[in-house]
């Protein structure tokens, strides 16, 4: 391993279970070494063949699931100390996981009156930034299993810088779990599917919780969640139907900005994941400045709001797709004529906590067009042998 001549380049040995080093650029100091995993076979949960899939247990058991986590974590959220006002609060983990950071990361930038320096990075974008490792003052790390490679990597980074760690999890050994300072453990969400539903909206509602107790901040009471997330369970049908209309649609492009941006990534991931698409997901305002060239008959346009701003945005985005020959679809709150075939009416919650809310329908429509399709959602196509032999190429 050696210093590259590039100075925006990180060279990385990805010959799996080989250690290798990494330096960051502008980094003056040793490198940092990382290991990567060898590839294991995945054994995915094949046990069932038709509707239900385990998936859709998952989706549906999230408002109980939400509720009793939110009860069990006060006490704990209550032992925990808050950051120190100087020092940078972490949001880490990697894919779903990460996706909860985010959320819960706006989150506390407004529970915290935008007075603490507040961070969501990857686990593995936070070891290409040991400057940001040293300047934290707390970290609070998602990993639903506990044993993510590089979300184990960083969270040793953390503990080599003397960082206070907090992990959210709903497994309850881990190594993560031994590595860290607090934990605060989830409920009734071990997700049964390797696509990952209730993990994640559980996640960001213990966040959510935690950031409750620290400022007592209007904008992360979470007790609002479980009614809304049920109602949009309970809508179930809506998202059906919605997913026949798309089907014949093979590309994806998702929208969200502010708290939606997360909302977006995620229902992109769980589109791809679950469903095979090819997904973008861009923020609303992105997306008139680039991507609607490419729009054509072929794409879904999915874009979900958060306020009337983003709303407006929304709107004027998805007529330019249509124009273009997609089929746009809104979720957003506050529809001024009532819901159309293609404007669905979330429920009105703090935006924080919007997260948590919108993501079901899309959640609904992954299972839905995997379904549709003769696809297992359960198992990220891993059930195919070509998707089986393309990971075990590379590593994690």
């Known amino acids: ?3 590259v001549s590039d100075p925006g380049a990180v060279r990385i040995s990805l010959r799996p279970g080989v250690r290798g080093s990494i330096w960051p650029h502008g980094s003056t100091g040793d490198a940092m070494e990382i290991e990567l995993p060898g590839p294991e076979e995945p054994k995915p949960p094949y046990g069932r063949t038709a509707h239900p899939y ?3 247990d998952m989706i549906r058991s999230q408002p109980s699931a939400i509720a ?3 009860s069990a974590i006060r006490s704990e959220a209550r032992s925990i100390p808050p950051p120190p006002p100087d020092r940078t609060l972490l949001f880490t983990g990697m894919g779903t996981s990460f996706h909860a950071a985010r959320a819960s990361a706006w989150a506390a930038a407004s529970a915290f009156e935008y007075e603490l320096p507040i961070r969501a990075v990857d686990a593995f974008d936070l070891l290409l930034e040991p400057d940001l490792l040293r300047r934290a003052g707390t970290a609070i790390i998602f990993s639903s299993s506990g044993e ?3 979300t184990l990597r960083a969270q040793s980074a953390l503990r080599a810088a003397r960082v206070p760690v907090i992990l959210i999890t709903g497994t309850p050994t881990s190594r993560s779990g031994a590595l860290a300072d607090h934990r605060l453990l989830t409920q009734e969400a071990n997700d049964a599917a390797w696509v990952h539903t209730v993990s994640y909206t559980t996640a960001i509602a213990a966040a959510l919780t935690l950031l409750d107790e620290w400022t007592g901040a209007p904008s992360v ?4 969640i479980e009614g809304a997330v049920r109602s949009v369970v309970e809508r179930e049908e809506d998202w059906k139907h919605l997913a026949v209309r798309l089907d014949p649609r093979p590309q994806v492009l998702c929208l969200g900005s502010g708290p939606a941006e997360t909302t977006a990534r995620e229902a992109a991931l769980k589109l791809r994941e679950g469903a095979a698409r090819y997904v973008v997901a861009a923020g609303v305002e992105e997306f008139l400045h680039g991507i609607l060239p490419s729009i054509d008959a072929s794409v879904a346009a999915l874009a979900v709001a958060t306020s009337d701003l ?3 945005r929304a709107v004027t985005s998805l007529a330019a797709a249509a124009r273009a020959g997609a089929e746009s679809v809104l979720f957003a709150r506050g529809l001024p004529n009532g819901e159309s075939p293609n404007e669905f009416e979330l429920p009105k919650v703090e935006a924080a906590l919007t997260p948590i809310v919108d993501i079901v329908p899309f959640q609904f429509l992954t299972y839905w067009l995997a379904v549709g399709r003769g696809r297992n959602p359960d198992v990220m196509g891993f059930d195919d ?3 089986l032999a393309a990971r075990s190429g590379y590593g994690i």
Do not use: F
């Not at 009471?221 to 609002?224: Q, S």
């Open 221 to 224: 009471e979470p007790t609002a």
């Open 310 to 312: 983003d709303r407006r």
């Open 54 to 56: 385990y998936l859709h």
């Open 385 to 387: 042998p070509r998707i």
């Open 1 to 3: 391993m050696r210093r």
């Open 148 to 150: 993510t490679a590089l």
């Open 68 to 70: 009793k986590t939110v």
